[in-house]
């Protein structure tokens, strides 16, 4: 008798250590597809985001070159002006901009992958007590757990 509820016992930690695997599995599947769906929203934003702001630049510039170049009194003498600004600033961020730049993306994509309430779940699950759940008791075996 003693040793069915063992075998008993045993057969159902396999069970539920399954289980625990299974859903963990499905856990960390669930939380790639959202990190991965984050991530591609994100993408899509900032291409959308960046092509009307490129758009706007364009013609931000091109006005500035006629600006510039009537003032002058030869246009296209603004649009080289235009030009050799953009090619300064291209040129100050391969110099000075690598680095604060790489430190951005890498914590604007860090926080997408990572959330708060992502690791408040995690604490939780390392850090909560498990609740006894009620069995019946077996009255003839003496190492039967009795819940309260």
Request: hydrophobic share 45%.
């Amino acid at each position: 008798m003693a040793f069915e509820s063992l075998s008993n016992n045993v057969s159902e930690t396999g069970e539920k250590a399954q289980e625990f695997i299974r859903n963990t599995a499905e856990y960390y599947k669930l939380r790639l597809f959202k990190s991965s769906m984050k991530g591609a929203i994100s993408l899509v934003n900032f291409l959308i985001l960046g092509s009307f702001s490129l758009f706007i630049l364009f013609f931000i510039s091109l006005g500035a070159s006629f600006i510039i170049g009537n003032a002058i009194g030869k246009v296209s003498y603004g649009f080289f002006i235009v030009a050799g600004f953009y090619s300064i600033v291209l040129l100050l961020l391969f110099i000075f901009g690598k680095k604060p730049l790489t430190k951005f993306i890498l914590s604007k994509f860090s926080e997408l992958i990572t959330e708060e309430d992502d690791i408040k779940t995690l604490d939780t699950f390392e850090h909560e007590e498990p609740t006894p759940t009620e069995k019946p008791v077996d009255e003839n075996n003496p190492l039967a757990e009795r819940y309260e």
